[in-house]
């Protein structure tokens, strides 16, 4: 078992600007140790809560990243980098993380303005990570964040992921399949994310593999004969209740049957009463075919007889939320021995300065009922908790990082524990988050006279 | 100059199904040439037309694809292949792919129900490339597509790629810059496809730099003193009208300020007055922020004096339509020697069988008319040419791919080629593609008394 180790992660994977702005700081004498935060601004339209997602990646990033000589060689010959003394150069080829990381442990529900995660580090190290850093962590949230969806419309109905052949890239279907796992599916197709991060490996069969033979009734029995104790067969590629009589007669040991196309509502109860008319009543049936939270809670509120589902393009692209406004912005440095808080006052955009800590406020049966962003220093009360954690300190890993089946848990106990209105499909009232008193002098302070905006209640529209 | 060798293309990035289908081919003796059309069944909502873009990774993945043995031992860990005979792994550990593969050029605009690759191989060879190569083909075509239309609402205005942090991972935002540079843009942020495609690297600063200085106007200074030549700062850190003024200090060589906040027409507007009356009159407007097709057009048709887009989240995820309709479908099967048509007839989903070509008519300027999708072998008439060519046959690459910036030109002078209405961002009436005869017929004989749909002109709607 292994966490993605050979995933992609060249030292020039990141933006030219992170570069040219650490050339600066090397050579302004401008770097200072620096905090960085990363946040969702507001949450999308159609998400009353995110589950953070892609910290393993990130931090393996983040303690692996270095830069090859060769890397360097092709920097020089940027027109940017012509006149760039050596100094940079030499900072690149010595470039080893030595700060601070603390962040929301992976299936940790956030909300929007909540700090992500938080990189404590000399201020030109800190800057070169933010392009990666968000990359991994953005689309590994958002996916997490769909398929918690997904997962609790199926109400217990088993939920797999098929998407890999739709994610954007081969690598983003791989990262999808760990944040669907972590969101609470069962089971990928992604025989990559099966092996690298134990996700149980899930498939059926194509129709092409109906086609490749004179009969469909053939077909499954050649698939029968080879995969005995896990056929499941294709039912859809002709005729769905011709296909599902065709399957009756694999016998009491076919496991599943999947229907593809057409009204999964009506054709599932047509197949369920074919499959148990032959006596086929454990045999399970699968639906697919652009799959959403949306159209599950349909077809179970209608009684479709359907016990696992899978879904793919919608949960890995997040179809209907494609993007979070995910950032990572400067909130404190060390100048002269002194350390300031820093924040942007660009409009719509504002940034709150200073380090921070998010205080969970739950009831007696671990209920989240707010939350209080807040210094790390100061608990607001006793009946908070801090959800921020110590993940790298001094360049060095002090955080055991779960197996990935303990985040699906926690992640599935978690969002439990979440108010009601937050798991319905439809948006409502949102998550109380606010902002503690000291938060909103020291964003007074350095602003002056104007008021500190407050996290985001709202939710994105277009 | 490479070509994304070095992305990540593991055997096992692909779904298990492919594998078990694989193996019950060379099991079942049913392994006979195949040929799979790989296509997009509709065009999605808010797309006339698509760019075809990916086909030079994806040929990259067939002809390097090896399955190691270290992956071949923990296939045979799965439950799935526990009782597999020892024919399949050797398939496996002997596997080169031997066949032939058409596509249709990068660049080339196409149209839902087109085939825009075709593969020809003995069918367990043909089936294990479906999920890489939808997937690679996919994300290209869709983010190139959506970039199209991003560039030409420009209107000679420049676009860069700034979207690396908010595509779904690394890898995606890799591949994102490479099709939204076939797609028209100037340049990327990214340095890795900088590097590895030769894409020009472009970028600014970020509000990072601004707020690790005492004050605007020295970060400005600062980051000229070190950048003299390719200066551009960004304005809106604290109040975008004094950054302008800040600005202006830094004399005329200051290339650019960029706006990445507020109501952009009339902040350019304000800022591009003050530059004017300091004498900067030469120094450019860049803008960015949540920018895409629908804002660039409006806000030219306001008159806003912007020189270049820096454009992320919405071109590299293709927000509005994030995924498309991309199908990989066997069509084709010899069998004793003997070669016959397949399709499916899902319901909604159906199939055309045999090997396709499309056949392109324009008129005497070169405007693209219309489509016909026909046999390879009959050319409908002397004005129509045909637009999938040959990639590679028998296993050996025999196309010569031209450089990324060919592939650029191509793509845009094609799309001076089409229809007017198909460049309006609202989708108006589609291109016309219609099946020939003799494709109806073979439907129709495959099918019976059903008369063969033609392909869908509509869009998707959600």
């Known amino acids: ?18 570069l040219t702005m650490a050339a600066g700081y090397c050579l ?7 905090v960085f935060e990363l946040s969702v601004r507001s949450l999308p339209e159609y998400r009353s809560y995110l589950v953070a997602a892609g910290l393993e990646q ?3 990033y983040i303690l692996h990243l270095r830069f090859a000589p060769e890397e360097i060689e092709w920097l020089r010959s940027l027109p940017a980098f012509r006149d760039t003394p050596e100094v940079f150069f030499r900072f690149l080829a010595d470039f080893r993380f030595g700060g601070d990381v603390w962040a929301v442990p992976e299936g940790t529900p956030v909300f929007g303005g909540e700090p992500i995660a938080e990189v404590r580090a000399p201020l030109a190290q800190a800057q070169i990570l933010e392009t990666f850093l968000l990359s991994v962590m953005h689309v590994q949230t958002l996916v997490a964040s769909k398929a918690s969806r997904v997962v609790d419309a199926a109400r217990g109905r088993g939920v797999v992921d098929f998407g890999s052949r739709r994610a954007h890239g081969p690598e983003a279907g791989i990262l999808a399949a760990r944040a669907a796992f972590i969101g609470g599916c069962a089971g990928t197709s992604n025989l990559w994310a099966s092996r690298a991060f134990g996700i149980p490996a899930v498939g059926t069969a194509a129709h092409s593999w109906t086609l490749a033979f004179p009969s469909e009734a053939e077909a499954f029995a050649r698939y029968h004969a080879l995969f005995p104790d896990s056929t499941v067969v294709l039912i859809d590629t002709y005729d769905t209740l011709q296909g599902a009589r065709n399957a009756l007669r694999l016998g009491a040991g076919l496991r599943g049957v999947r229907i593809d196309s057409g009204d999964l509502r009506t054709r599932s109860r047509e197949v369920r009463k074919i499959l148990d008319d032959g006596g086929l009543e454990r045999t399970q049936i699968v639906a697919s075919g652009d799959l959403n939270e949306y159209r599950i809670a349909e077809l179970l509120r209608e009684g479709a007889p359907i016990d696992l589902f899978g879904v793919g393009t919608e949960m890995v692209t997040s179809r209907d939320s494609p993007s979070l406004g995910m950032v990572y912005k400067l ?52 009946g908070a908790a801090p959800v921020l954690v110590p993940i790298i300190e001094r360049g060095s890993l002090t955080y055991r990082f779960p197996r990935l089946t303990e985040v699906r848990e926690y992640a599935r106990a978690e969002r439990d524990c979440l108010p009601a209105r937050l798991r319905l499909l439809e948006a409502g009232p949102g998550y109380p988050v606010r902002w503690s008193a000291k938060l909103e002098d020291r964003f007074g302070q350095l602003r002056g006279s104007c008021p500190a905006p407050q996290p985001r209640q709202e939710r994105e529209t277009d």
């Open 1 to 18: 078992m292994y966490s993605g180790e050979e995933l992609l992660r060249p030292a020039l994977m990141t933006d030219l600007y992170q």
């Open 28 to 34: 302004s004498g401008g770097n200072g140790e620096a």
């Open 58 to 60: 990130a931090v393996e």
């Open 331 to 382: 909130v404190e440095l060390e100048e002269n021995g002194r350390t300031s808080f820093r924040a942007k006052f660009s409009e719509g955009k504002e940034t709150c300065p200073g380090r921070k800590q998010i205080w969970r406020f739950r009831d007696e049966h671990g209920c989240c009922l707010q939350d209080e962003i807040g210094t790390p220093e100061d608990c607001p009360s006793a």
